[in-house]
């Protein structure tokens, strides 16, 4: 049971009147064969912090029908607004507007977007020269690596030597917020930011001089079979088939260490992912080489993928330049295991919108497998059911408009601005609220009050909704376009009808998370 679980079931609120007493412990009596505890992980990374909020602030923006209860503000750290009890915006004028947006959309689009704009890696306005030769020089990129690596070490000390609670321990909001949630902000601003600060990229460039230096040092006569040809043997080439399998496999790995494992904020449980990560990247590094780590490490995969979006890239002859985001977008490598990554990003967003409804945690409280069994099971079933949906889209295009080849990963690159949306409505207040809770605590100073909401409730809500609906109708444009360019014109505008219904089935998904 986790050790948050007093407070967890003091901030539950129940479905069904009246509401039951509060007992001294913090407990809430209810009836029923097992206790209720919320199985989000990011919530139970600073549920402790939270305790200890005055009732009345965490309680602004909830309903005068229920109690004050710290149940509210856990909901904002997870996802900015999270149920309809407090969310100040009428179901009804939510979904009207999300569909007017898309049809809206859907239909100028088919009147005045003929052919295709988009130009993908070829676009762009060069910045000046003085800003690329630095962006490029050996020194920048060395201390960035170096920064990268630094701030590994910092989480790695505090994970071995710092306290087994998140609210006096940095490393799980550096683990979960800054490097999880933060990686979104960074690179739409700055690129694919990862790829210069990943520790894993360093360490692997360290090892490898160090072989190399030792092996210069033994005779050839002394070496091992697998060395006889000497520290220039080239590594082995990545299979053409394994595409971002990889980076899928590790991302839902690292969504289920959050929001599904028993104890995701304890030292024990990330310091063994972290063993157990390092040691996969780096044995598949060695094999590999370098290049394993645009394709396989989850984190870097993810921070390239949102990349795509930044006004900032690179074109095709390596120039960087200033771009419209679509055209970065149209430039998605169509890859193997590209829909299935974004479909992992999709829908484990989903499951943590839906993980701390009080039908779902009683269900896995009660369920014969376990807590942790059927919830793994439910994060599953999200991102299955989201990849489902994407693959019947694909087949039905394919019967309106023809033979396509690759159609499942032909309009993928469309769902990453909804996967932004998603992640935008659901991290922003957490990261607001806790990224800077989680540098003061690095710098050694306990923060006695919790950081203020950075907008009211009415506020959050409103960016929600616009954030899910406008991560759909962006990704209707993208789709539209590759549209129009793989379709004769008589077929564009109906071979776009499959991808509309699926942008409103995920609409009405994820606006549907947000009011229940």
Request: proline fraction near 11%; aromatic fraction near 8%.
């Amino acid at each position: 049971m986790s050790p948050a679980l007093p407070a967890l079931q003091a901030l539950s609120v129940l479905p069904t009147p009246p509401v039951p007493p509060v007992l001294p412990s913090g407990a809430i009596s209810v009836p029923g064969p097992a206790p209720i505890s919320a199985p989000n992980g990011v919530r139970r990374a600073f549920v402790d912090r939270l305790a200890d909020r005055p009732a009345d602030h965490l309680a602004e923006g909830v309903g005068d029908h229920l109690p004050h209860q710290p149940a509210d503000p856990l909901a904002t750290l997870a996802h900015g607004i999270g149920s309809q009890h407090d969310l100040p915006i009428s179901p009804f004028y939510a979904f009207a507007g999300a569909f007017t947006a898309l049809f809206v959309s859907f239909l100028a689009l088919g009147l005045l977007w003929s052919t295709s704009r988009f130009q993908g890696a070829r676009s762009g306005r060069p910045l000046p020269a003085a800003v690329q030769r630095v962006a490029d020089a050996p020194a920048t990129r060395t201390a960035l690596r170096v920064l990268g690596l630094a701030a590994a070490l910092f989480v790695l000390l505090h994970l071995l030597l710092g306290p087994d609670d998140p609210a006096r321990n940095p490393a799980p909001g550096a683990v979960y917020v800054l490097l999880w949630v933060g990686l979104v902000p960074a690179s739409l601003l700055l690129g694919p930011v990862w790829s210069l600060l990943n520790p894993l990229r360093t360490l692997h460039r360290l090892l490898h001089r160090l072989l190399h230096g030792l092996l210069r040092r033994i005779p050839t006569a002394r070496r091992g079979p697998a060395f006889r040809r000497g520290p220039a043997r080239p590594p082995h080439p990545l299979p053409s088939w394994l595409g971002l399998w990889p980076a899928a496999i590790g991302l839902f790995g690292f969504t289920w260490l959050e929001l599904v494992s028993p104890d995701p904020a304890s030292r024990t449980t990330l310091l063994t992912a972290l063993v157990v990560f390092v040691t996969v990247q780096l044995g598949l590094a060695a094999r590999f080489g370098e290049s394993w780590f645009a394709e396989g490490d989850p984190f870097e995969a993810y921070s390239t993928l949102l990349a795509r979006f930044s006004p900032l890239g690179r074109r095709d002859d390596g120039r960087l330049v200033l771009r419209n985001p679509f055209h970065g977008l149209d430039a998605t490598p169509e890859r193997p295991g590209l829909v299935a990554t974004v479909c992992v990003l999709l829908g484990s967003t989903a499951y943590d919108g839906f993980s701390d409804n009080p039908s779902w945690i009683n269900t896995i409280q009660t369920s014969p497998l376990g807590r942790t069994p059927a919830a793994t099971l439910g994060l599953l079933g999200s991102v299955t059911l989201v990849a489902t949906l994407y693959c019947l889209c694909a087949a039905a295009t394919r019967l309106v408009s023809g033979p396509l080849p690759g159609p499942l990963t032909a309009f993928a690159h469309s769902l990453l601005p909804i996967a932004l949306g998603y992640l935008t409505a659901h991290y922003f207040s957490l990261f607001v609220t806790e990224a800077s809770r989680t540098v003061i605590i690095a710098g050694g100073v306990d923060p006695a009050t919790a950081p203020a909401p950075p907008l009211d409730p009415g506020g959050l809500a409103a960016l929600q909704v616009i954030a899910v609906v406008t991560g759909h109708v962006l990704g209707v444009v993208a789709a539209h376009d590759r549209s129009v360019r793989l379709f004769p014109p008589a077929r564009a505008v109906a071979g776009q009808l499959p991808l509309l219904a699926l942008m409103i089935t995920y609409t009405v998904g994820g606006l549907s998370l947000l009011l229940n």
